[in-house]
């Protein structure tokens, strides 16, 4: 087994008592892993390997590259705190725009001397104090620390439908965009109507011959207010450093205080919200018929809110059709529609969403006397403060369950995460800690806290399923004020947490 080059083990406890560096390992280099690597730099945490599965940094925006792929968070906010950038083109950024932002963080900040790209992680094991990881190579690592950032929706969830195999011609999920294929003059099929498939059908009615989008249940949208900056403004931007920070707060807290209210039961923003996404349908739709398609039976929010000014207007157009009837099966030729209608395609595209229940999973996690992380979640992803697990020690996630995710920018949740990690290393440092982990007492009350109050939320209430409901028919989210969470990672309790001195 191979060890840091910084790090002496010889005849030394543990990193804390003998006060050298944590060897840190971080697995996944996107946005999260950036976040990481700066700051703990910044705290004087500096050994770190960070072990990323693909060749280039950038997670989520790295592997999506659909037509349309953007974000329906502004920019000005959608941004790391200490990389606010003056000269974002638009408002709400394209993704090959972010992927690039990712790209010149990491190489402003020195990121990828840390990386080892190419390397998946298998396993990681709990070896008091020390965790083994090993990669998909056989390679053995020993490491202090180790911090999950690998991402909320990265496994792409395939439909379960009968013969999706079956078709014979080009098949591909919204995540593997296949760009060898030329939609012109195909007809193209859409399964799925969330946020990727808005995004998907507004880009590429206009090149298919015919746009087919299979619609099992209509969401909820607002039109995306966009806009494409000017130069001067952005000039601006470059010259006054504080007025990209008032943008980042001023979006922050418009944000934080409309759409993160409606879901946890503000009934005024609530009733706002299905308000201008009422009149969006209503100004962009013009068929009735149509509209009322369109239109959702069950509480705005509860699903992920949808922002989106491109897709309504391409349903509308006469070579798109909206298919209402649900899926039978997939055969050769296309799809067939309950009704036995079958929809015959050259080109199958699925935008059915991810496995949300995933994590860090399928590399295996084993904690303390053999506590197996998929074992201990079974489906029903738990976590203390969504960012660690009793029985798993110096394990740290960021973007872990039950966080605040949902319409606004998961860059800040995940900053104030990495805050919370480095605070927790300050205090292993001062009280020379082996380890910590959290009491399963403070995790048990935490997580009924959480399931009770949950049920005051939109997700709960609201009369729909989602990606946010895992396996025990929960929603798996923070069902407070997303700045409740903020202030909570600013001020860790350690009486939550067993503080293990051997
Ligand atoms: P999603 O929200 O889970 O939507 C998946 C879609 O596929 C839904 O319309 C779903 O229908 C449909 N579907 C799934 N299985 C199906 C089946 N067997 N038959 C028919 N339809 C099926 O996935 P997503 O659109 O990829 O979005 C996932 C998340 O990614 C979003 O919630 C968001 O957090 C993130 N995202 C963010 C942005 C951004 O701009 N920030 C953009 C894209 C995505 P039902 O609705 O009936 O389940």
Request: aromatic letters at 10%.
């Amino acid at each position: 087994m191979q060890t840091s080059n910084q790090h002496d083990t010889q005849g030394a406890a543990h990193w804390a008592a003998s006060q050298q560096q944590p060897r840190i390992a971080i697995i996944g280099a996107g946005m999260s892993g950036i976040a990481a690597i700066v700051k703990l730099n910044q705290a004087g945490y500096t050994d770190i390997t960070v072990y990323e599965k693909s060749s280039r940094v950038g997670g989520t925006w790295r592997e999506n590259t659909y037509p349309g792929l953007s974000c329906d968070i502004p920019s000005r906010w959608y941004s790391f705190s200490f990389a606010l950038k003056a000269d974002w083109s638009h408002r709400y950024s394209y993704g090959h725009d972010i992927q690039a932002y990712l790209e010149s963080v990491a190489q402003d900040f020195d990121v990828n001397r840390h990386i080892r790209f190419n390397t998946p992680v298998r396993a990681l094991v709990y070896e008091k104090p020390h965790w083994r990881l090993t990669t998909h190579s056989g390679e053995e690592f020993e490491f202090d620390i180790v911090i999950s950032a690998t991402g909320v929706l990265h496994h792409p969830a395939y439909p379960a439908i009968d013969g999706l195999e079956s078709f014979a011609g080009a098949r591909f999920h919204s995540a593997r965009w296949n760009h060898d294929i030329d939609l012109a003059g195909k007809r193209v099929g859409v399964i799925g109507t969330g946020s990727t498939a808005c995004q998907i059908v507004g880009a590429i009615a206009e090149e298919t011959e015919e746009l087919l989008v299979f619609q099992r249940t209509p969401h909820w949208m607002i039109p995306m207010p966009q806009i494409e900056y000017r130069k001067t403004w952005n000039r601006l931007m470059a010259l006054l450093p504080p007025l990209r920070r008032m943008a980042y707060h001023f979006y922050k807290r418009i944000i934080l205080h409309t759409f993160s209210e409606a879901t946890i039961g503000n009934a005024r923003m609530q009733k706002l919200i299905t308000r201008a996404c009422l009149k969006h349908l209503q100004d962009a739709v013009p068929d009735a018929q149509l509209r009322e398609k369109l239109t959702p039976d069950y509480a705005a929010t509860c699903k992920r809110l949808i922002v989106c000014s491109d897709y309504y207007p391409a349903v509308s157009r006469p070579d798109t059709h909206l298919i209402t009837d649900n899926i039978r099966s997939i055969e050769s030729e296309g799809v067939r529609t309950v009704d036995g209608a079958l929809h015959k395609l050259d080109v199958l595209v699925l935008a059915t969403g991810f496995d949300a229940s995933a994590f860090i999973l399928p590399t295996t996690v084993t904690g303390e006397n053999g506590a197996d992380l998929e074992q201990r979640w079974q489906g029903s992803p738990r976590a203390h403060r969504a960012v660690a697990i009793p029985d798993f020690p110096n394990f740290w996630m960021l973007e872990g369950p039950t966080g605040p995710v949902g319409n606004f920018s998961l860059i800040t949740i995940t900053e104030h995460q990495v805050d919370y990690i480095i605070s927790m290393l300050d205090k292993m440092k001062s009280d020379h800690l082996a380890a910590i982990a959290p009491k399963r007492a403070s995790f048990e009350a935490y997580n009924q806290s959480m399931g009770e109050a949950i049920k005051h939320t939109t997700w709960y209430t609201g009369g729909c399923d989602s990606w946010y409901i895992d396996d025990s028919g929960i929603p798996n989210l923070y069902p407070w004020s997303p700045l409740r969470y903020l202030k909570d990672m600013r001020n860790p309790d350690f009486s939550e947490y067993r503080l293990i001195h051997q």
